[in-house]
Structure formats: structure tokens, C-alpha cells
């Protein structure tokens, strides 16, 4: 965005990646709805594309405001008359360091997973959020233990009657086919291993798109299809090497069958897991799908930055952090503008576009004295998804984020097709959750932009033998 508002300045991005994610296949769903595939790209064909534009392979390691410049790992310094840090967030993992704990971040962690699930009988996967929502379904042949502080699976999308719904998904041992993946597989770059350099450990490769276990083989050393067993509102206590179980003196369990007494385990694993309800479970190797924290680390020494409660930069309404020509967009940032009343912040793909677009935006505004408008994007919260081969569409405050009691819920559920919930307050739609191929997103996206006193309608508005979207047309 930036090429195109400025073709004769040159603008530089500055990666510690060796490729880039480049966003292909865009299409806009609705007014607020976007679909889009990231993939995997050689850095030269952004540089071929836009000749204003040079990539420069390196992590930064310091930024001097002051003297607006920064300072990349290999000691060279680069001047800048504006920067956008974008430098996203990397994995909360539940133990730093430990070989037996896993985050799942970005194509090389997803392939060492894969590498370590092939030798795999049984992990322990700890996070509800979108990535351990994917792995759980997708995986095979591998007992799975599922451990989640909550109640119900996938609290960050919705809530326990939708988990209810999927639920049979998760369990049914015959598959039905993948729907076709429309969107392109992230392969890597070259044959198997060869020409990709190994990022180590602590350096970050670009966040994981959508589809990104499209293409992983996701299977474990048995021949069944899936088991999986959840322990619900529990967190990790402790994670012990086999040595330290031992001196525990305490019984580890085996995986828990239909109801029946749950079984002391016999087998000697790698690592065990000690959760807060007091049981054990040894496993092959653990799974910390726990979220993400804001990677501002590299930026933060001797720069006076505004942090946001969440760790992340504070941003204005013009993506402006609290430093002189710095902005920031993505997961890096946290957005610090009184917000609409169905909008939040939610570290996604689809948010990250919008922002790094609309920081470009304001940058060009900026530089040419400008006054700019709050993007459309950040009127709505809105995201597709697709979770256990269901279509997944989320708009507002799905979940009654922030609506406090003063709310209720419109259901229709419909077995194994669809599951419609929507979010009421004073007769005005503010949130919705669709999973199935609903068709309700744009009538739906419309009722909560346009604020219309639905009351009159009580029950009816998902009466299925009303067609409401005639209705709204």
C-alpha cells in the first residue's frame, strides 16, 4: 500500500524471515466479511512487483526514536522519516525452553510438529483458542488429551451451546471428506529440507494463515482414526521429566475409556503433565496452544512507548503509537481508540490486514497533511472461519463481550447442519455467531450496522420458515 501511495520513495522492509506471507485470493465476502489465502512467497517477487520497494533479510535488534533510525542484527543502521512496526507476537508458551513443549506459530513450527506427531501415541494439548480448535480435529492416530481452563471448547470463538453442537464432530470416527480447501496450501520453498535455511528457536517466522494444517500430515503411530478426552477447567501445575514423576511417588492415568475407572497408566513417558485438578497424564510431548503476547521486545529499550494493559503498543485512531513518526498495526499493537460499540480487537489475520492497510493509509495522510477517517473495517467486527469442517462466521459481540447481563440469546439449532446465535440488547441486534452454511452473514451484518429496533420480531427472527433475509432486503 505504501508502494503504490508513494512511487518514488523508497520503503524498505525489514524481515527476519526469509520469505514473505503474501495475501492472494482476496474476496470480499460482504461489506465487513473478507476470505483470503496467505501464502508463502520469495521476498524478489515483491521487489519485482514494486521496484520502490527492498527487502532487507534481518532482525532489528534496536530502535533509537530519537535519532530516527534503526539498528539491524547484522550491525547496520537504517534512517527512516516514518516507520510501522509490525512485527506481530509470538507464542505465550506455558514453559519456555523445555524440548517436550511445542508452540505452533509459523511453518517451521508446524512442521516440527509434524516430524514429532509421526512418532507420537499420545499429546497433551493445553489452549482453546483457534489453533488448538484445528489440531484437535485434525489430528489422527495419537491419543489426545485436551486440557482447557474453561468449560466448554473454543470459549474464544463462542460459547457452550456451540461447543455442545461440535462436539459429535470432534468423536465421530468415520470423516467425512475435507471440504476442497479453496484457498492455496502453504508449501515450502524448494524440495523436503535443502534450501531453507533452519530459523532458529527464538527467532519468529511470519504468523500461520488460515489453512495452515492444509497439507501438514497430521498423524500419530496408531491405527485408530481419533481419540480425544478433555479436561475441562484445568490449567498446567507442573510438567515433570520421567525421573522427577518417579520421585512424585504418584500414579499417572491412562487415557480414560467410556466412564469406567480410570486406569493407572503402566507406560513410561518422555514427559508427564501435572494439571490443577490433581491428575497426571505422561505423554510423547505437550502442545502450548495458549495464545500469543505482543512482540515488542526489540523495540521497547531506551524508546518511552505508551503499553497497552495487553503488552502491546498503544495506538491511536491513526495507528500512531505514542512515539514521533512510529506507528504500529497488527498483533503488535493494541488499539487504544475509544472503539464502536461492536468492535474489538482481536489478534487475526483479517485484523492484521486491515490494520498494516489502513497504517499505510494514515502514514501517506500524514506525510501529506492529511486528515484521514477511521476505516470502515473498524465498524464491525467480523470473521470467517471454518472450524471441524463447518463454516464459522462471527460478527460484533458474538460472545456479549463487554454487554455485561444486560442482554439475551436467540438460538436456532439445527443437528449436525447449523447453529445460529444471536446477540440481542434493548431490541437491537449486537452480535452473532452462524456455524453451517447459514446464509444469514449479510442480513445479519446489516441488523447490527444499521442498529434497527428489531423487538417487534421477538422469537421470529430465526424462525426458519420466515425468510428473513427477503425481509431486511
Not at 481452563?149 to 459429535?168: H, M, R, S, Y
Not at 524440495?191 to 533452519?198: F, K, Q, T
Request: hydrophobic letters at 40%; aromatic letters at 10%; charged letters at 25%.
Amino acid at each position: 500500500k505504501l508502494a503504490v501511495e508513494f512511487p518514488s520513495e523508497d520503503i524498505f522492509l525489514v524481515t527476519a524471515s526469509p520469505v514473505i506471507k503474501a495475501v492472494t485470493n482476496f474476496k470480499q465476502v460482504s461489506k465487513t466479511l473478507e476470505e483470503f489465502d496467505v501464502e508463502e512467497q520469495p521476498s524478489s517477487l515483491l521487489e519485482k512487483r514494486y521496484p520502490n520497494i527492498k527487502v532487507i533479510q534481518s532482525g532489528v535488534k534496536q530502535l533509537k526514536s530519537d535519532e530516527h533510525k534503526i539498528v539491524t542484527e547484522d550491525g547496520k543502521e537504517y534512517m527512516y522519516e516514518k516507520l510501522c512496526l509490525c512485527a506481530g507476537a509470538k507464542p505465550k508458551l506455558i514453559l519456555e525452553g523445555n524440548p517436550y513443549v511445542l508452540g505452533i506459530r509459523d511453518t517451521d513450527s508446524a512442521q516440527a510438529f509434524q516430524k514429532n506427531l509421526a512418532q507420537a501415541e499420545r499429546i497433551v494439548v493445553v489452549g482453546n483458542g483457534g489453533i488448538a480448535l484445528e489440531l484437535v480435529y485434525e489430528i489422527q492416530g495419537c491419543e489426545l488429551i485436551w486440557a482447557i481452563k474453561d468449560k466448554a471448547i473454543g470459549n474464544t470463538f463462542f460459547d457452550a451451546g456451540a461447543a455442545e453442537f461440535l462436539i459429535p464432530k470432534l468423536t465421530a470416527e468415520n470423516r467425512e471428506a475435507p471440504i476442497e480447501c479453496k484457498r492455496t496450501k502453504y508449501t515450502v520453498e524448494g524440495s523436503e529440507e535443502e534450501e531453507r535455511p533452519v530459523v532458529a528457536r527464538d527467532k519468529l517466522g511470519s504468523a500461520l494463515g488460515p489453512d495452515w494444517h492444509e497439507g501438514l500430515h497430521l498423524k500419530g503411530t496408531k491405527e485408530f482414526s481419533h481419540k480425544v478426552h478433555i479436561e475441562i477447567l484445568c490449567e498446567v501445575k507442573k510438567i515433570h521429566s520421567p525421573q522427577e514423576f518417579m520421585q512424585l511417588q504418584r500414579t499417572s492415568l491412562a487415557f480414560p475409556k467410556e466412564e469406567k475407572n480410570v486406569e493407572p497408566d503402566e507406560v513410561l513417558w518422555p514427559v508427564y503433565v501435572e494439571l490443577t485438578n490433581g491428575k497426571i497424564y505422561g505423554c510423547n510431548f505437550i502442545v502450548s496452544a495458549t495464545g500469543v503476547v505482543p512482540n515488542v521486545k526489540p523495540f521497547l529499550d531506551g524508546n518511552n512507548f505508551a503499553v497497552g494493559e495487553d503488552g502491546g503498543l498503544k495506538v491511536d485512531r491513526h495507528m500512531h503509537t505514542s512515539l514521533p513518526d512510529v506507528y504500529a498495526a497488527g498483533d503488535i499493537c493494541t488499539a487504544s481508540w475509544e472503539p464502536s460499540p461492536v468492535w474489538h480487537q482481536m489478534r487475526l489475520w483479517t485484523q492484521a490486514r486491515q490494520m498494516g492497510w489502513y497504517a499505510a493509509k494514515c502514514m501517506a495522510a500524514d506525510a501529506l497533511g492529511e486528515s484521514i477517517d477511521l476505516d470502515f473495517s473498524f465498524e464491525l467486527f467480523a470473521h470467517v472461519t471454518k472450524f471441524f469442517n463447518y463454516k464459522v462466521v462471527v460478527l460484533g459481540k458474538y460472545n456479549a463481550q463487554g454487554l455485561g447481563l444486560d442482554h439475551e440469546l436467540l438460538l436456532r439449532c439445527t443437528k449436525g447442519q447449523e447453529y445460529v446465535k444471536v446477540v440481542m440488547q434493548n431490541g437491537r441486534m449486537m452480535g452473532a455467531v452462524l456455524i453451517g452454511e447459514t446464509d444469514l452473514e449479510e442480513t445479519f451484518e446489516n441488523l447490527i450496522l444499521n442498529q434497527m429496533d428489531l423487538s417487534a420480531y421477538g422469537e421470529d427472527l430465526l424462525n426458519p420458515d420466515i425468510d428473513i433475509e427477503d425481509y431486511f432486503d
